[in-house]
């Protein structure tokens, strides 16, 4: 942080004024952004040297070729840190997300025609004069770039799964498999991991992050990333139609009309088994040998993308290995009924109570989570016109509002709520509990578990439970 803050002085000209670690998702990299004096930018640091050395050539190069992809202000490439162009926290994931209750509609169409135009001018103007050369780990997706895909499928899913194989029949099908890929035109640039987590919404546009590992490779592989996202979920007859769209596009701007679309489609399906494979890999390494949730509720999506590819888009090659592990795969119960509904929320309880009867404990195991006093608020409970009322009661309101300014209060815990709630959002957590607590949980803890509650309510799709622990003591109804 304190190098990050270096390269943001040297860019702004002045200190950082907050600097705030973001997320962490399935790297090792770690992102912050640092803010102050007007201006905002994202900060990098990841001990991968190479790694980032291919990262910003990349962008210095897409910029110049005035593609949607973040500037690099600055690097200090000895040190493994830079800055680039902050392009706000709105992905198209989260998009994703919010129309979970309306479904795949024209307005999410549309995002992923704009995602696909934008992956359009990456493979074919990003790859004009561009030096593959600087590519990390492969500057090509060949043969050892598929076998790495596929034994990390063979080690970090089936191994840990116990699915059983023979381990040299398989290899024998992974070559023929990497035979009939390698065959397939690999001229442009790849992305390697162009999913909705890595599109970016920003002033009504999408912009591409994280392509550090793109090499030169066929055009259907980033298309299969896109549309075969296995908790995007999208409908099957949605991605056959953005499928026809992309070639509809591809042929307008290449101006190539002796594209053979069935072609271009049988390719496309064979590395959309490729992919969905090296995809269980990475959720069984992340989930099954790390044991990190969200990487195992991802599991039955990518088994529903392999179970569809094996009924609707069969490859014509000699692999019956690798075509038994999937049935053993597709017949796995554990996987398939993994405990995820796309539709789950965040649930976080937020309780008021009293100091006398003490600080409510966690039943989700969490552990606890925030607890705030209100005991340093003025408290209408010592004045007779209030005692028999609580903090739901309009007078009662009205004196915390005016008497007591516990909007000064709140304020900065909304703040630091929220912050919590979007990183728990964002890391596919469960629970959170929030406790407000003053002397008799009647009148200063009872208004502010119900202002969160309401505020909360207004910013996050979240499900809110509230609990009031003296009040219901004494029979009164949480309405």
Same mark, same amino acid.
């Given at each position: 942080?304190?190098?990050?803050?270096?390269l943001?002085?040297?860019?702004?000209?002045?200190?950082?004024?907050?600097?705030?670690?973001?997320?962490?998702?399935?790297?090792n990299?770690?992102?912050?952004r640092?803010?102050?004096?007007g201006?905002?930018?994202i900060?990098?640091?990841n001990?991968?040297t190479k790694e980032?050395?291919a990262?910003?050539?990349?962008a210095?190069?897409?910029?110049?070729?005035?593609?949607?992809?973040?500037?690099?202000?600055? $690097?200090?490439?000895?040190?493994?840190?830079y800055l680039?162009?902050?392009?706000?926290?709105?992905s198209?994931?989260?998009?994703?997300?919010?129309k979970n209750?309306?479904?795949?509609?024209?307005?999410l169409?549309?995002w992923y025609?704009?995602?696909?135009?934008?992956?359009?001018?990456l493979?074919?103007?990003?790859s004009?004069k561009f030096?593959f050369g600087k590519?990390?780990p492969?500057?090509?997706?060949d043969?050892q770039?598929?076998?790495w895909d596929l034994?990390?499928?063979k080690y970090?899913f089936?191994?840990l799964?116990? &699915?059983?194989f023979?381990e040299?029949?398989?290899e024998?099908?992974?070559?023929?498999?990497?035979?009939?890929?390698?065959?397939i035109?690999?001229?442009?640039?790849m992305?390697?991991?162009?999913?909705?987590?890595?599109?970016?919404?920003?002033?009504?546009?999408v912009?591409? &992050?994280?392509f550090q590992?793109g090499?030169?490779g066929?055009?259907?592989?980033?298309?299969?990333?896109?549309l075969?996202q296995?908790?995007?979920n999208?409908?099957?007859?949605?991605? $056959?139609?953005l499928?026809?769209?992309?070639?509809?596009q591809?042929?307008d701007i290449s101006?190539?009309?002796?594209i053979?679309?069935?072609?271009?489609?049988q390719?496309?399906y064979?590395?959309a088994f490729v992919?969905t494979?090296?995809?269980?890999?990475?959720?069984g390494?992340?989930g099954?040998?790390e044991k990190?949730a969200h990487?195992l509720q991802s599991?039955?999506f990518?088994?529903?993308?392999l179970?569809?590819?094996?009924?609707?888009?069969?490859i014509?090659?000699?692999?019956?290995?690798?075509?038994?592990?999937?049935?053993?795969i597709?017949?796995h119960?554990?996987?398939?009924?993994?405990?995820?509904n796309p539709?789950?929320?965040?649930t976080?309880?937020?309780?008021s109570?009293s100091?006398?009867?003490?600080?409510p404990?966690d039943?989700?195991?969490?552990?606890g989570?925030?607890?705030?006093?209100?005991?340093?608020?003025?408290?209408?409970g010592?004045y007779?016109p209030y005692k028999?009322?609580?903090?739901?009661?309009?007078?009662?309101?009205?004196?915390?509002q005016?008497e007591?300014k516990?909007e000064?209060y709140?304020?900065?815990?909304?703040?630091m709520?929220?912050?919590?709630?979007?990183?728990? &959002?964002d890391?596919?957590?469960?629970?959170l509990?929030?406790?407000?607590g003053?002397t008799g949980g009647q009148?200063?803890?009872?208004?502010s578990?119900?202002?969160l509650?309401?505020h909360l309510?207004?910013?996050f799709d979240?499900?809110?439970k509230?609990?009031?622990?003296e009040?219901?003591?004494k029979n009164?109804?949480n309405?």
């Open positions: 942080m304190i190098e990050l803050d270096k943001f002085q040297t860019w702004s000209g002045a200190a950082a004024q907050e600097i705030k670690q973001l997320p962490i998702s399935g790297s990299r770690q992102y912050f640092l803010s102050g004096h201006k905002s930018a900060g990098v640091f001990d991968d980032n050395n990262f910003v050539s990349f210095e190069h897409f910029t110049k070729a005035k593609l949607n992809t973040p500037k690099i202000y600055l $690097a200090d490439l000895e040190n493994n840190v680039q162009e902050d392009l706000g926290d709105l198209l994931y989260k998009i994703l997300n919010q209750e309306s479904g795949f509609d024209s307005e169409e549309d025609k704009k995602s696909i135009a934008q992956l359009l001018k493979q074919i103007e990003g004009k030096d590519c990390y492969r500057d090509k997706f043969a770039s598929i076998q034994n990390y499928f970090c089936l191994k799964a116990d &699915i059983k023979d040299q029949l398989l024998n099908d992974f070559n023929t498999l990497s035979n009939h890929l390698t065959n035109p690999a001229n442009h640039f992305h390697r991991d162009f999913q909705s987590r890595n599109l970016m919404i920003d002033k009504d546009d912009f591409i &992050i994280d590992g090499r030169k066929p055009l259907q592989y980033d298309l299969v990333s896109l075969f296995a908790k995007a999208i409908p099957f007859e949605k991605r $056959a139609a499928l026809e769209y992309y070639l509809d591809l042929i101006q190539d009309k002796k053979d679309r069935n072609k271009f489609k390719d496309y064979a590395i992919r494979m090296q995809v269980l890999g990475a959720y390494f992340r099954l040998f990190k990487f599991i039955p990518a088994i529903n993308n179970e569809w590819l094996i009924n609707n888009a069969a014509d090659l000699k692999i019956p290995t690798l075509e038994k592990v999937w049935s053993q597709l017949a119960k554990q996987f398939r009924n993994l405990s995820y539709k789950d929320k965040l976080v309880t937020i309780s109570f100091y006398r009867r003490g600080i404990n039943l989700s195991g969490n552990g989570g925030f607890v705030f006093d209100c005991r340093s608020i003025h408290n209408p010592r007779e028999k009322l609580t903090g739901r009661d309009e007078p009662v309101k009205e004196f915390l005016s007591s516990i000064n709140l304020n900065p815990v909304f703040a709520v929220d912050t919590a709630v979007q990183t728990y &959002i890391r596919n957590f469960q629970h509990m929030v406790s407000f003053c009148h200063r803890s009872v208004y578990c119900d202002s509650a309401k309510s207004e910013k979240i499900e809110i509230i609990n009031h622990i009040q219901e003591l009164w109804i309405g």
